[in-house]
C-alpha cells in the first residue's frame, strides 16, 4: 500500500513510496487534456523531455522512472509485466488523471499496449513510438546487460541514433547522453525487463482504443516492419512512419512528435 507522496506541482518531481518501491514521476504544463508517457527499456524519463518541452505548452504532460531505472527503486524481484502495468495506474491514480493519451516508446509501448488492455476506460488513445509486437525470449540484450551493463548501454544508445542526420553534426554527444538516460538502472532490472515482456504475448487485435503507429523508417533496434505489422493488426490504427527518423524519435523528431500528441489530445497548436 502507498505511504505517502508528495504534493503535486507543475514541473516538479513528484516521489510515490510503497514498501518495495520508490517511483520518481514528474508533471510538466497544463490544459484540458494529458499525455503519459512511458520511456523505452531502462532509460530514465527524459527520454521524453524534449518532446515535452514543445507538448507542454497547452497540454500536460506526465511521465516516470520505470521501477528499478532512473532514480525509481526497487527489488529486481518485483519487476514483472503485472507490476509494470500497475506502475501506469499508480501514476494516473497519484496524479489524479481520469483518463489520458497513453504513450509508450520501445519496450514502453509494449508495456503501454497491455495497459489499455487491461483496462481501455482510463485512456483516450494510445500512441506507440518504435514499439515492438512482441519481445523475443533469450534477448541479446539481456544477457549483454549482466555482463557489461555500462558498455551494453553505450552500445545500444549508438544503435538508437544509427541513420539519423538530424543530429549528425553533435551526435557523439548525444550518444552519450542517451547512454547516460540509461546508467542508473540497476542491470538486473534491465536484463528482466526483457524477461518478463517476452513471457507476456499480447495480442495487438484486442487492443479497443484509438491508436497510432509511430515509427522512424530507419529505426535499427525495432525495424519498420514491425510497425507495418501493428498497424495492420490493431482495429483502426493509423501508421505514421518518420522518413529517416531512427529509434528515438522523441529526440530526434521531438517538434513532429509533440504536434502529433497535441492533435491526438484536441489541444489547438502552441
Known amino acids: 500500500m502507498q505511504r505517502g507522496c508528495s504534493k503535486v506541482v507543475h514541473g516538479v518531481r ?3 513510496i510503497d514498501d518495495d518501491l ?8 497544463g490544459g484540458p487534456a494529458t499525455v503519459v508517457a512511458l520511456n523505452g527499456w531502462s532509460a530514465s524519463w527524459e527520454a521524453w523531455q524534449p518532446t515535452f518541452e514543445l507538448l507542454s505548452a ?18 529486481a524481484d518485483n519487476v514483472t509485466i503485472d507490476h509494470l502495468v500497475d506502475d ?16 509508450g516508446e520501445s519496450l514502453g509501448g509494449f508495456v503501454a499496449m497491455h495497459a489499455v488492455v487491461r483496462d481501455p476506460s482510463r485512456f483516450t488513445s494510445l500512441v506507440t513510438v518504435s514499439a ?7 534477448h541479446p540484450l539481456s544477457a549483454a546487460a549482466r555482463a557489461d551493463y555500462p558498455a551494453t548501454v553505450r552500445s545500444f544508445a549508438r544503435q538508437c541514433f544509427a541513420g539519423d542526420d538530424s543530429f549528425a553534426h553533435d551526435v557523439d554527444a548525444l550518444q552519450a547522453w542517451g547512454a547516460s538516460l540509461f546508467l542508473a538502472a540497476d542491470p538486473e532490472v534491465a536484463a528482466r525487463l526483457f524477461e518478463v515482456c517476452a513471457d507476456a504475448p499480447l495480442d495487438p487485435a484486442s487492443i479497443a482504443v484509438p491508436t497510432i503507429v509511430v515509427h522512424g523508417e530507419a529505426d535499427a533496434v525495432v525495424p519498420v516492419g514491425a510497425a507495418h505489422h501493428l498497424a495492420s493488426t490493431i482495429p483502426g490504427a493509423r501508421l505514421v512512419v518518420l522518413p529517416g527518423a531512427s529509434h528515438a524519435p522523441t529526440v530526434t523528431r521531438a ?16
Open 14 to 16: 513528484m516521489f510515490l
Open 88 to 103: 501506469v495506474f499508480r501514476v494516473l491514480d497519484a496524479h489524479q488523471v481520469d483518463q489520458c493519451v497513453l504513450a
Open 255 to 270: 517538434a513532429e512528435l509533440a504536434e502529433l500528441l497535441r492533435g491526438v489530445t484536441g489541444a489547438a497548436p502552441a
Open 58 to 75: 497547452d497540454v500536460r504532460c506526465i511521465s516516470y522512472d520505470t521501477r528499478g531505472c532512473g532514480a525509481s527503486r526497487c527489488l
Open 132 to 138: 515492438p509486437p512482441a519481445v523475443p525470449s533469450a
Open 22 to 29: 520508490f517511483l520518481r514521476t514528474v508533471s510538466f504544463g
